[in-house]
């Protein structure tokens, strides 16, 4: 479970037509690889908006910053990215840090 202050990274991805399939498998070896090769990267999500299906949205929980930071100074993510470039429209991403959370019944 993350902790209060948690660094985390979300991602908006807006995907071209047709191009859903594939994102999914890229976002999917991509995580993979960085679960492997990452210590300190928390687990990764990826969802998909039912309304839209273009829409997704990834967000991962990691140890510090510092981790992020050598996560995206890594050529293997920045080759993920370029990949990805082909198959989507848009991309925001964020750093951000968890302030807040509801544990379900």
Known sequence: MPKLDQPTTMGTWRVKQGKEAEFIALWD???????????GAGA????QDLTDPRRFVSF??????????????DPEF?????????????????????????SGA
Do not use: C, M
């Open 29 to 39: 070896s991509f995580a993979q690889w960085t679960s492997q090769n990452h210590p």
């Open 44 to 47: 990764g999500y990826l969802i």
């Open 60 to 73: 991962g929980f990691w140890e510090s910053v510092e981790v992020i930071e050598k996560w995206r100074e």
């Open 78 to 102: 920045q080759g993920f990215v370029n990949r990805a470039q082909e198959l989507i429209d848009d991309f925001q991403p964020s750093t951000l840090r968890l302030v807040a959370t509801v």
